[in-house]
């Protein structure tokens, strides 16, 4: 059994953010009070052995639901596989991610679906939960067999990585997705628009010389998605949103009822255009870094809830591969191991989101939408959990990452506020940064 004494909880499921003590036993979470006496719980422990953490100065929350997380198995294990990003995900202070399809062969069946369910269970660490690809073989034509893919394990439909160019096919998706009450994850790119763009268009890209991927190769794919939503009434979830336009029709759909969330993710929410260097592949990223506004307009959107929740989009690479010129590296941040250390850090230390409202998009929201345990410590529930220390700080080094990437715009940096304690069902899978 498990005493964490006077931690400050935050909640959001049950609207709790005020300190308290926890007991978990039976890898459960028992109870939550606002003190007991040592007295109260060696009587709850019934003799079970006991363990006292003095939780004074942390924070205590749900084990965080990453949505958006890249695992590359099956067929690219030289860059990350379910076990190595699993056990970066404790890490980090995720208890649940959510497993992108654009796998080599994608994950286009129930087969490959229970086979990331397997991966993830002998793993044993964060619970991996499959996204199934909208259409066979992500080829953007024809769709899943999404009900037999459900039945295997999958929580979600995506063709990430890939936007689905034929609108046709995206409606029939979204319609056909309303008979498993799952939502699609739209990765919203028009092909001809990003054409072979390396960043964001404007003028850091004009200035660096490297060619444009212009706004409206985001916005106008949202736009078309928020309308099919609309038309069919089907569950709509749209992926790492990155340009102002974006948060505008978001927020004009969501008025007007559309089934719609949207997920942020934490580079967007940090960096922009004007930080990438030529010599820095650890910032191309896709979508690409924004301007100073849009970084604005997606922090604003998070506060007022047009963006829902927020997802690493974790898109680990070999160094070899992001060694290669800006023009001819991969896409993507690895970012399991520090989203929420840096979120603390960029944006919760300057006071310009709270950490209630962090925990809230990272946890409850994510559960709520995708219909998965996990993201709430009401007693009775599976205790998976983190416990966060504001002074904890660490240089993030290439020996310490779990991850099989190194591709963070964090390396050698000293960086503050850390997951201490991670627990996945009652077990401590984390302790002192170090996985157990
Ligand atoms: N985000 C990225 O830059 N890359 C992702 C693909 C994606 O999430 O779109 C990847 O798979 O590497
Ligand atoms: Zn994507």
Request: net charge negative.
């Given at each position: 059994?498990?005493?964490?004494?006077?931690?400050?909880?935050?909640?959001?499921s049950?609207?709790?953010?005020a300190?308290?003590?926890?007991?978990?036993?039976?890898?459960?979470?028992?109870?939550?009070?606002?003190?007991l006496t040592e007295?109260?719980?060696?009587?709850?422990?019934?003799?079970e052995?006991?363990e006292?953490i003095?939780?004074?100065?942390?924070?205590?929350?749900p084990?965080?639901?990453?949505?958006?997380?890249?695992?590359?198995?099956?067929?690219?294990?030289?860059?990350?596989d379910i076990?190595?990003?699993?056990?970066?995900?404790?890490r980090?202070?995720?208890?649940?991610?959510?497993?992108?399809?654009?796998?080599?062969?994608?994950i286009?069946?129930?087969?490959?679906?229970?086979?990331?369910?397997?991966?993830g269970?002998?793993?044993?660490?964060?619970?991996?939960?499959?996204?199934?690809?909208?259409?066979?073989?992500?080829l953007?034509?024809?769709?899943?067999?999404?009900?037999?893919?459900k039945?295997?394990?999958?929580?979600?439909?995506?063709?990430?990585?890939?936007?689905?160019?034929n609108?046709?096919?995206?409606?029939?998706?979204?319609?056909?997705?309303?008979?498993?009450?799952?939502?699609?994850?739209?990765?919203?790119?028009?092909?001809?628009?990003?054409?072979?763009g390396l960043?964001?268009?404007?003028?850091?890209?004009?200035?660096?010389?490297?060619?444009?991927?212009?706004?409206?190769?985001e916005?106008?794919?949202?736009?078309?998605?928020?309308?099919?939503?609309e038309e069919?009434?089907g569950?709509?979830?749209?992926?790492?949103?990155?340009?102002?336009e974006?948060?505008?029709?978001?927020?004009?759909?969501?008025?007007?009822?559309?089934?719609?969330t949207?997920e942020?993710?934490?580079?967007?929410?940090?960096?922009?255009?004007?930080?990438?260097?030529?010599t820095?592949?650890?910032?191309?990223v896709?979508?690409?870094?924004?301007?100073r506004g849009d970084?604005?307009?997606?922090?604003?959107?998070?506060?007022?809830?047009t963006?829902?929740?927020?997802?690493?989009?974790?898109?680990?690479h070999?160094?070899?591969?992001?060694?290669?010129?800006?023009?001819?590296?991969?896409?993507?941040?690895?970012?399991?191991?520090?989203?929420?250390?840096?979120?603390?850090q960029?944006?919760?230390?300057?006071?310009r989101?709270?950490?209630?409202?962090?925990?809230?998009?990272?946890?409850?929201?994510?559960?709520?939408?995708?219909g998965l345990?996990?993201?709430s410590?009401k007693?009775?529930?599976?205790a998976?959990?983190?416990?966060?220390?504001p002074?904890?700080?660490?240089?993030i080094?290439?020996?310490?990452?779990v991850?099989?990437?190194?591709?963070?715009?964090?390396?050698?940096?000293?960086?503050?506020g850390f997951?201490?304690?991670?627990?996945?069902?009652?077990?401590?899978v984390q302790?002192?940064r170090?996985?157990?």
């Amino acid at each position: 059994m498990w005493w964490l004494k006077d931690v400050w909880v935050i909640d959001p499921s049950q609207k709790i953010s005020a300190s308290r003590d926890v007991l978990v036993k039976g890898g459960q979470v028992l109870e939550i009070s606002s003190s007991l006496t040592e007295k109260e719980v060696l009587e709850k422990a019934q003799g079970e052995s006991l363990e006292t953490i003095n939780g004074k100065g942390k924070f205590l929350f749900p084990g965080l639901i990453d949505v958006h997380t890249h695992l590359r198995e099956p067929g690219q294990e030289d860059k990350e596989d379910i076990l190595s990003g699993s056990r970066a995900a404790v890490r980090g202070g995720f208890t649940t991610i959510m497993a992108m399809a654009n796998t080599q062969p994608p994950i286009d069946n129930r087969a490959l679906i229970e086979f990331v369910c397997r991966q993830g269970e002998r793993a044993g660490y964060a619970h991996v939960l499959p996204i199934g690809t909208v259409t066979k073989g992500m080829l953007g034509s024809e769709l899943v067999e999404m009900a037999d893919m459900k039945e295997g394990g999958a929580v979600a439909f995506s063709d990430d990585g890939k936007n689905i160019q034929n609108s046709e096919v995206m409606r029939l998706a979204l319609e056909y997705a309303k008979l498993t009450g799952f939502p699609i994850i739209s990765h919203c790119e028009d092909k001809d628009l990003a054409g072979e763009g390396l960043m964001r268009r404007g003028v850091a890209s004009g200035r660096m010389g490297l060619r444009g991927i212009p706004a409206s190769a985001e916005s106008v794919i949202v736009a078309r998605d928020l309308i099919l939503a609309e038309e069919t009434g089907g569950k709509l979830h749209l992926a790492h949103i990155s340009t102002t336009e974006s948060v505008e029709l978001i927020r004009k759909a969501k008025a007007r009822g559309v089934d719609v969330t949207a997920e942020v993710n934490p580079h967007h929410l940090i960096f922009c255009d004007e930080e990438i260097g030529i010599t820095d592949t650890a910032l191309k990223v896709n979508p690409p870094l924004g301007s100073r506004g849009d970084r604005e307009a997606l922090i604003e959107g998070l506060r007022d809830g047009t963006i829902d929740m927020i997802a690493t989009d974790h898109a680990p690479h070999t160094q070899a591969e992001k060694a290669r010129p800006f023009a001819e590296a991969p896409f993507g941040i690895a970012s399991l191991e520090t989203a929420l250390s840096a979120v603390w850090q960029y944006l919760v230390l300057p006071g310009r989101l709270s950490l209630d409202r962090v925990i809230e998009a990272w946890s409850d929201t994510p559960a709520q939408r995708f219909g998965l345990p996990g993201g709430s410590l009401k007693p009775g529930t599976l205790a998976d959990m983190v416990l966060f220390d504001p002074d904890f700080s660490e240089v993030i080094e290439s020996a310490k990452l779990v991850s099989k990437a190194r591709n963070t715009p964090f390396l050698e940096k000293t960086m503050q506020g850390f997951p201490v304690m991670v627990w996945v069902e009652g077990r401590l899978v984390q302790r002192d940064r170090t996985v157990i």
